[in-house]
């Protein structure tokens, strides 16, 4: 299936510090390209991949789980370890629990973490219905473009196929297990006004992890998808700052760097 316009993946080849962005369950690298590309123009190497299944049609997601998300994104940190000398992994929603997951598992490999409104918890009789309604009902109404901003708008499915929720589910149950592995420094943006994630999956990600330097910055004018919303520019100046602190060698001038 074609990819939809505006979902593609996004790379840009900068300077030795790379960063990866992870986009969120049923959305595109859309939601996240105006992030990726803040993060370029400072000359930073950028990778903004396209999880299997997603940016094409609901159908493709249904036969696509958790393993085939996490083996895209864990594919393309691999290939930024290769030529950076630092690392960041950085995700929206279901993509701060795939930054995790990546943090947790490649430990000193990643300099550090921004997640923006992570899940962690599939919430509410949804959860307990999923191992049995998937077989029933193939979706369920879609959760994109929970924005403020008006005329914003997320690309992503209208629909949310049940068989790969049921995936989600049980990755955030991995990546929850996890959450003590996770050492690095630590930056957490999140909406007070969020329809998709609650407040509580925050809180319990900032319970957990065992990050001694974590920054919690708390975002009033946005929902769900903060980086489409009021608030983006504040996210990409604190991430840019948070990457700059860790990695001193971003913004310097030099042979590699784009722009």
Same mark, same amino acid.
């Given at each position: 299936?074609?990819? @939809?316009?505006?979902?593609?993946?996004?790379r840009?080849?900068?300077?030795?510090?790379?960063?990866?962005?992870?986009h969120?369950?049923?959305?595109?690298?859309?939601?996240?390209?105006?992030?990726?590309?803040?993060?370029?123009?400072?000359?930073?190497?950028?990778?903004? &991949?396209?999880?299997?299944?997603?940016?094409?049609?609901?159908?493709?997601?249904?036969?696509?789980?958790?393993?085939?998300?996490?083996?895209?994104?864990?594919?393309?940190? /691999?290939?930024?370890?290769?030529?950076?000398?630092?690392?960041?992994?950085?995700?929206?929603s279901?993509?701060?629990?795939?930054? @995790? /997951?990546?943090?947790?598992?490649?430990?000193?490999?990643?300099?550090?973490?921004?997640?923006?409104?992570?899940?962690?918890?599939?919430?509410?009789?949804?959860?307990?219905?999923?191992?049995?309604? /998937?077989?029933?009902?193939p979706?369920?109404?879609?959760?994109?473009?929970?924005i403020?901003?008006e005329?914003?708008?997320? @690309?992503?499915?209208?629909?949310?196929?049940?068989?790969?929720?049921?995936?989600?589910?049980?990755?955030?149950?991995?990546?929850?297990?996890?959450?003590?592995?996770?050492t690095? &420094?630590?930056?957490?943006?999140?909406?007070? /006004?969020?329809?998709?994630?609650?407040?509580?999956?925050?809180?319990?990600?900032?319970?957990?992890?065992?990050?001694?330097?974590?920054?919690?910055?708390?975002?009033?004018?946005?929902?769900?998808?903060?980086?489409?919303?009021?608030?983006?520019?504040?996210?990409?100046?604190?991430?840019?700052?948070?990457?700059?602190? @860790?990695?001193?060698?971003?913004?310097?001038?030099?042979?590699?760097?784009?722009?």
């Open positions: 299936m074609p990819v @939809l316009p505006g979902a593609e993946p996004y840009h080849e900068g300077g030795e510090v790379g960063v990866l962005l992870c969120g369950f049923t959305g595109s690298p859309q939601s996240l390209r105006p992030w990726a590309e803040y993060l370029a123009e400072r000359g930073l190497t950028v990778s903004l &991949p396209l999880l299997p299944g997603h940016g094409t049609r609901w159908q493709d997601m249904q036969v696509t789980g958790w393993q085939d998300w996490y083996a895209e994104v864990d594919r393309a940190l /691999r290939e930024l370890l290769e030529r950076c000398a630092q690392v960041f992994v950085l995700g929206l279901m993509g701060g629990a795939l930054a @995790l /997951r990546l943090a947790a598992k490649h430990g000193g490999e990643v300099t550090g973490v921004v997640v923006v409104n992570p899940g962690i918890k599939v919430h509410g009789a949804a959860a307990y219905a999923l191992p049995v309604i /998937r077989h029933l009902v979706t369920t109404k879609g959760l994109t473009s929970d403020a901003k005329g914003a708008r997320e @690309l992503g499915y209208d629909r949310v196929p049940l068989h790969a929720a049921y995936s989600l589910r049980n990755f955030f149950r991995l990546v929850d297990t996890d959450l003590p592995q996770v690095q &420094p630590l930056l957490l943006l999140h909406s007070s /006004r969020d329809h998709v994630v609650p407040p509580a999956d925050s809180a319990r990600i900032l319970s957990r992890v065992s990050s001694v330097d974590i920054r919690e910055v708390l975002l009033e004018q946005s929902y769900h998808v903060a980086t489409l919303d009021h608030d983006a520019e504040r996210i990409f100046e604190e991430s840019h700052a948070f990457i700059g602190r @860790l990695a001193p060698s971003v913004g310097k001038k030099g042979s590699t760097t784009g722009g």
